[in-house]
Every structure is written in C-alpha cells, then in structure tokens.
C-alpha cells in the first residue's frame, strides 16, 4: 500500500520555535551562527584528522566520524528551521518530513554509538594501556563504526516504516521545528501502540544502553587516574571526565526528557528547548570538548596554519 492512500495528509506545517515576531531577526543571526561554528568546527577537526598522521589513531578514528555525523545532524534540521524564520514558509511535504525524520533518528543513534566508541577506547587506553593496541586494533575500529552505521541504518528505517503506514486525517500542525517523530505520532489518528513500543524499544538499545556503557566507562577512568596520589592526577581526571560528561549529560538527558519520561510532564515548549540543546547545541560543542582543548589538536592546528603562512611568504 503506498504512502498516499495511507495518509490524507500531503503536508505538514512546522511551527518553529515558540518566539516572537519581534525576535526572529536575533534568533536568526544566533542559530545561523552557531550552525556556521558547528560546520566550520567539525570540518576543521576532519581536515586535521586527515592532514596530521600523528592524529591517525583509534581515538581521532572515531571523532573524525564523529565531526561529519555532527555536520550531518545538524544539517538535517538547522536549515529548515532558519528558512522557516526568514520566509515565513512553514510547509513540508508528506515525503520530505518522512526522509527528515528518517535521517535524524538515523544520525541521533549513530552519534549516541560513536560517543560509546570513543568512550570505551578510551576506557581501554587509560585503564588497560597495555592491552591497548591489541584491544583497539584497525579491524575493531572499523568494525565498530561499521556496526554503528549498520544498527542505526536498521532503526531508523524501522521507525520510518512503521511511521509510513499510519493515517493523518486533519490536523496537520507540528509544534516543533522539525519532524519530530513523537509529535507526529500524536496527530495520527491510527493505533499507534507498535510504534511506541518500537520507540521504547530501540530507544533502550540506542540511547539508554549506550548512556550506561559511557558512565561506567568514564567511572572506571575516573576511578583509574584518581589511584595516582597527586594533585596532577586529580586534575587530570576532572580534566579528561568532567567536561566530557557535560556534553554526554546534556546529549543523553535531553533526549531521555523529551522521548522517555511521561508526556504529561513536559510542556510543548520545554520539549522544544530539550531538543536544540540536542540537535543544535552539542554538535556545536563537540569540537570544543573533544578535540580542541586537545594538545594534539592544538598542536595540529598550529602546524597547519604555519604551514599555510610560510606558503603566502
């Protein structure tokens, strides 16, 4: 049966951000710059990845995948929602709201596995150092960023489907500055019950499992480098942990808020709020957390910029 005789619906109208008229120009100017320092920061990190074979490890592996899946993620909903702002144009066709919520579910789980990946080589490389390089091999890399495409590719085409076969009879209004897929279930006027037990579900194996790995991961690292008696490695633990898990905490909680705790108690424009800080805000800050308070980063990017300067001489 094919999507048109499922749904009477041939668009949606994305209501954007709950601002006022008045405040569009500076919420304009504040997400169309926070988007630009998410692109330029995340392929400023593939590009030294790249250029630098010092940054050829295991730990770079995973955050360059991390960098474009951020690109990616961010792109997927930032555009639309400034287009909203600018032109007024809320619409989005039946089809294009389907591919956009494919896409982000598909991107939301790959970077929750990533930031799993990064978590458990590092667990590896502070807790077990000398076990590290049979541990973390190039096979076991590449498995990991295989098998996290793979198991993100599967739920996000689950949920789609499931989604695809639903009827939408009239009201065609999302509240939300992209196709969130919970508030799409809500305008269905079909049983949804299988797509809620889907989001339950795959949400444990994406989200809460992963968000419990990372935890553990960094408890063991904390653990590790707080049995060095010094000054030195009680700083670096709070150093390497702490803001590692701000971003981690602010990623996971927002998502755990909006899709997991009852919806009665979250209001509209809470759950708007939960989902920038996931979607907008912490891709733009994982350049910063992960890579450039980084030395080797650091260091990378001097050598490229006075590389760059020696050429203009």
């Avoid at 500076?26 to 330029?40: H, K």
């Avoid at 899946?69 to 400034?82: A, C, G, N, R």
Wanted: net charge positive; aromatic share 12%.
């Amino acid at each position: 049966m094919t999507m048109e005789n499922q749904s009477s619906v041939s668009e949606f109208l994305l209501l954007g951000l709950p601002i006022w008229p008045e405040q569009q120009g500076v919420f304009f100017a504040l997400f169309l710059g926070v988007y630009l320092i998410t692109v330029v920061g995340n392929l400023l990190i593939v590009l030294l990845i790249r250029l630098d074979s010092r940054l050829h490890t295991p730990m770079y592996f995973f955050l360059s995948h991390l960098a474009l899946t951020d690109i990616t993620f961010s792109s997927v909903t930032v555009p639309k929602m400034l287009m909203i702002m600018q032109t007024k144009h809320k619409s989005i066709p039946y089809a294009g709201c389907l591919s956009q919520t494919y896409f982000f579910i598909l991107l939301a789980d790959l970077d929750s596995f990533l930031i799993t990946s990064m978590a458990y080589d590092r667990y590896v490389a502070i807790c077990h150092p000398l076990h590290y390089t049979t541990t973390m091999s190039q096979t076991v890399c590449v498995t990991l960023v295989l098998g996290s495409w793979l198991i993100a590719c599967a739920f996000a085409l689950w949920h789609t489907l499931l989604l695809a076969r639903l009827s939408f009879c009239a009201d065609n209004t999302i509240p939300y500055f992209f196709c969130d897929l919970a508030a799409l279930l809500k305008l269905s006027c079909s049983d949804t019950s299988l797509n809620q037990l889907v989001i339950f579900t795959a949400g444990l194996t994406a989200i809460m499992l992963p968000f419990v790995c990372i935890l553990v991961s960094y408890g063991h690292i904390g653990a590790t480098i707080l049995r060095v008696p010094s000054a030195k490695g009680i700083g670096k633990a709070l150093s390497t942990c702490g803001s590692h898990l701000s971003v981690v905490t602010l990623y996971y909680g927002a998502i755990i808020g909006v899709y997991f705790l009852p919806s009665s108690n979250n209001t509209n424009d809470s759950n708007i709020i939960a989902s920038v800080m996931y979607t907008v805000v912490t891709p733009m800050l994982n350049p910063f957390i992960y890579s450039l308070r980084n030395k080797d980063m650091k260091r990378a990017l001097r050598k490229l910029l006075s590389k760059r300067t020696y050429s203009s001489n």
